[in-house]
Structure formats: C-alpha cells, structure tokens
C-alpha cells in the first residue's frame, strides 16, 4: 500500500467501527433568528396625546410561553423612509412602548427579532 492510502486507513478505522452515521448529526438543528415558531398577538396602537402615543403587544411561542428579553423594534414607515423608531424588550412575552408619535403620514410596523416568517408581513398599523 502507499503511504497515503495507509494513513487514510488509519485515521478512518474508528469510524468504520461506530459507522459512518457517527459523522451525522443526530436531529436537525434548527438556525437561530428567524425559525422559532412564535408569534405576535394583542397588538395595539393608541393616542396617548397629540403628540404621544403608546405601542403594546404580546410575543409568545406556539405553546403559549412568553420569553422575556425578546427585542421588538418599532419602525416609522413612510413614503420615501423606513426608519427605526423605538427598541423595546419583552417581559415575560408582554411588551409595551410610550413615546412620540410618528409623523403625520408614516405607518407604523412592528417585528421581533428571530419571530421569523410568523411575523410576515409585518404587522402595521395607521399613526393614532
């Protein structure tokens, strides 16, 4: 035998013993960000003031569990601008938001990070 091939042989024996299945992963993994089955629920926008307003909702995963730590982003959405208005972070699921407004014209959208495509389309909602 060559050199080569002897040194294959060697460092794949212990494989051949356990099997090729020991290279495999047992289950597959699923990625972080973007495919926890979650979603996004009791969602509201109100008026607080003419120029306050308050964001609130709740982020759960299927079987009803509420993550606390969780970020959601509040964006300001507009013709010609996308912009990040507010970070929050969930407590116990629940999340809620008071600051200024929006202005007068833009949308408001909400995401948590890692909800994945339960979170599409993001949920928006007209300035109060």
């Known amino acids: ?16 013993v356990f099997g090729l299945n020991a290279l495999r992963p047992s289950q ?17 926008v ?3 003031s003419a120029t306050r307003m308050r964001v609130s909702g709740r982020y759960t995963t299927l079987s009803g569990f509420g993550p606390s730590g969780m970020v959601v982003y509040i964006y300001a959405v507009g013709e010609a ?4 208005w507010a ?18 014209g833009a949308m408001i959208q909400i995401e948590v990070e890692g909800n ?13």
């Open 1 to 16: 035998m060559r050199r080569r091939s002897k040194l294959k042989a060697i460092l794949l024996a212990p494989f051949a």
């Open 28 to 44: 597959a993994q699923a990625a972080p960000n973007g495919t926890r089955p979650t979603m996004l629920s009791n969602l509201g």
């Open 46 to 48: 109100v008026s607080l």
């Open 81 to 84: 601008y996308f912009t990040r």
């Open 87 to 104: 970070t929050v972070f969930t407590q116990n699921g629940d999340f809620i938001w008071e600051g200024n407004k929006v202005p007068v």
């Open 116 to 128: 994945g495509a339960f979170s599409r389309p993001y949920p928006t909602f007209r300035r109060p």
